[in-house]
């Protein structure tokens, strides 16, 4: 199921259940803890226009209905805040399913291979990190409110890693 928020930045896909509270950081239909999710999760990146990620959005839809791939997110717009000029895609899935995935994304004519670990990434959205940093200073707030900003994401950040045993919760985005 396609969701176009057009209020969001994203554009996600996510089994048409997920809004009835069905998981996606599930693997063998046990849910994900925050431990699993920093060793196993992470995702395939593809880079592009919009009208080419539509595109394999409406091609990944099915699958992710039919849970061969967890869940899909990309930009509406490139990030100017990230110094990006092409959009996003952002294909999820379990490490020791990656290369199923993979071969999905290349019969729809993925070449490039960019696999990014779920760690790294909060890692990279840590005060100090370099997409926070960069994403704050393409901001027009004032210091304060970047203080507020960084005390958020290290907060919401190191509780996962601070508490491995607990069912991982996404947040909305």
């Not at 790294?120 to 707030?141: K, N, V, Y």
């Amino acid at each position: 199921m396609i969701i176009d928020n057009p209020a969001s930045h994203f554009i996600f896909i996510f089994h048409s259940l997920a809004p009835l509270g069905k998981k996606y950081t599930v693997r063998n239909q046990i849910e994900m803890t925050n431990g699993e999710v920093l060793q196993y999760w992470g995702k395939w990146i593809i880079l592009g226009e919009r009208a080419y990620l539509d595109e394999m959005a409406r091609k990944l839809d099915p699958l992710v209905e039919q849970e061969k791939i967890p869940c899909v997110k990309y930009d509406r717009t490139p990030s100017v805040n990230l110094d990006l000029e092409e959009c996003v895609m952002m294909v999820y899935g379990d490490r020791r399913d990656r290369d199923g995935i993979f071969q999905i994304l290349r019969s729809f004519g993925v070449k490039l291979k960019a696999w990014i670990t779920e760690k790294e990434t909060m890692e990279l959205w840590l005060p100090g990190g370099q997409l926070l940093e960069r994403w704050l200073a393409g901001t027009d707030f004032d210091n304060v409110r970047k203080d507020i900003m960084r005390e958020d994401a290290r907060m919401r950040l190191t509780y996962i890693f601070d508490h491995p045993d607990e069912i991982f919760t996404p947040w909305m985005q």
